[in-house]
């Protein structure tokens, strides 16, 4: 029996032939390609965004693709749902690729794009493998693997399954179809002509040139219970017959080089670029650590929805850690894209990319601050709609209301920044709502000034002698100043600190008590802005419930 017959009874039905595929899905004549490969695991991690980014800036700066492949060779969990949750994530923040699968629709001729539907294709690839003595069956069971890991561990060998520990290699043809004809279950592995103690030259766009060990072990390439493919061997299969230029992915990825080296230079095939991106890490307290899905909300795409962060500050939180010098580039290129900036893998960090959310909530904040009140209206009402009923409420209760209120102190040269999020905003206007404000339990900041006769001696004069809703903004302070003059308050700040004595405080002080009895807070937007917002009638029924 040859190594056709044993190939002929894994795979009886399948025909086409490695060549056939590579007629079906020609070379695509230079062209870059990038592809972003998430497996769909129920959750889109910060990572596969980053790198997205990455897949997207070279494809769109050299007129390439960019393609979205399914890794879905797992398939224990549900589907659809965890494909729905990656497109979301890519076209929230316009990471729209070119080729795909979504939605029963395919874009591209290089597809099927996900890999449950590519089943056929890898056969014949195996196929091939049997054939020419580069693949075989394996029937070793679990238990024998354990075992022969235990027995290396003990032995202080270097694991796996290569050379004389490959049990399975030496079986003869005739061995092997007995096996299965017998009924016993088998995985698929390569048969490595490596030498781990041989070094070979690599090139990663990242880290630079690398010297690495030859692949020696016979890796699985097929599984047993779906018969799909492992990621190594999916990997060759797509990314050769998608004519992926640049592999960008996790550098979890990069001792698994060797296999990949192997396997391609079996089939004669052009290897890729590798840009292996470094790990997003997080200071924790003096130490800095991986950042984790079980223990960092902010390493879950989600986070930045639920919270309602903007789209383009979550985009440039993540260049400031792509590269270095991007930050420069922003400062200097304030009015450009980020798809303009010429990314350069030799500039990402090796020893992993820190990522902070401090960072993140300044640049946020400052890209809202810098938002027209509309926009700034708009995003949140969709944010709030998904989010939070109390927003949204508030939003169509009045629009234009609402907008005039995230107005205040913005679309001038320096905006107010105090929206770090869109989850943020009902507590940082609420008390421009009366539902809201007669509903709350308030704690009215008073500071210098807690008399209570003096507080009502204050509002009273004001509201029946000075406040006039019609006034500018300087009559209106000047009133306020007025008032304070015929009060016994420093109308000038200069004038009180030199003689405090003389005074009962100064023009600060008047003009909290205003704002506290209106609002509850010490700190708030342009006090004039909002009384003109509010009206009198409001303002002073607000007054009159001050006890
Ligand atoms: N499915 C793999 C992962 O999620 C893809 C790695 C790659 O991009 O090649 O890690």
Known sequence: MSNKDLADLIFPNITKTVEDYEKMYPSRNGQV??????SPTGYMHIGGIYQAIIDNLI??????????????????????????????????????PDEYELDGE?????????????????????????????????????DALDELRVMQEHKKLRTGYYGKYAKCRNLTVDEMIQKIKSGEEYVIRFKSMGDFEHKFKFHDEVKGDLELSQNDEDFVIMKSDN???????????????????????????????????????????????????????????????KISKRKDPEATMSYY???????????????TIINSNYEEWHTQ??????????????KMSSSGALYDLEKLNSLSKDIISKKKAIDVCNESYEWAKKYSSSLKEMIEQDKEYYTNILNIEREQEKPRKDIVNYSMIENLIWYMYDDKFNSRDKE??????????????????????????????DTWFNKVKLMCDELGYASNIKDYKKEPEKYKGNVADVSTVIRVSITTKSNTPDLYEIMKLLGVSRIKDRISKIK
């Open 33 to 38: 390609v990038t592809r972003i490969a998430p």
């Open 59 to 96: 494809a769109k700066s050299n007129k390439g693709v960019f393609i979205l492949r399914i890794e879905d060779t797992d398939q224990k969990r549900e589907v659809k749902e965890a494909v729905d949750l990656i497109k979301e994530a890519l076209y929230r923040y316009d990471l729209i």
């Open 106 to 142: 395919t874009v591209g001729n290089y597809g099927p794009y996900v890999q449950s539907e590519r089943k056929e294709i890898y056969h014949a690839f195996i196929k091939h493998l049997i054939e020419i003595g580069r693949a075989y069956p394996c029937f070793c069971k679990k």
């Open 227 to 289: 018969l799909l493919p492992t990621y190594h061997f999916a990997h060759l299969v797509d990314d050769h017959l998608m004519r992926t230029t640049h592999v960008i992915r996790g550098e979890e990825w990069l001792s698994s080089v060797p296999k990949h080296v192997e396997l391609f230079e079996t089939f004669n095939f052009e290897l890729p670029k590798y840009i292996h991106t470094p790990l997003i890490i997080k200071k924790e307290g003096n130490s800095i650590r």
């Open 305 to 319: 929805s639920e919270n309602g962060y903007p789209k383009e500050a979550v985009i440039e939180s993540l260049m």
């Open 333 to 346: 290129n304030p009015d450009k894209s980020y798809l303009e900036f010429n990314y350069d893998p030799s």
């Open 444 to 473: 009215y900041e008073w500071k210098n000034i807690t008399d209570k006769d003096e507080i009502k001696l204050i509002l009273d004069t004001y509201f029946d002698k000075y406040y006039d809703i019609n006034d500018d903004k």
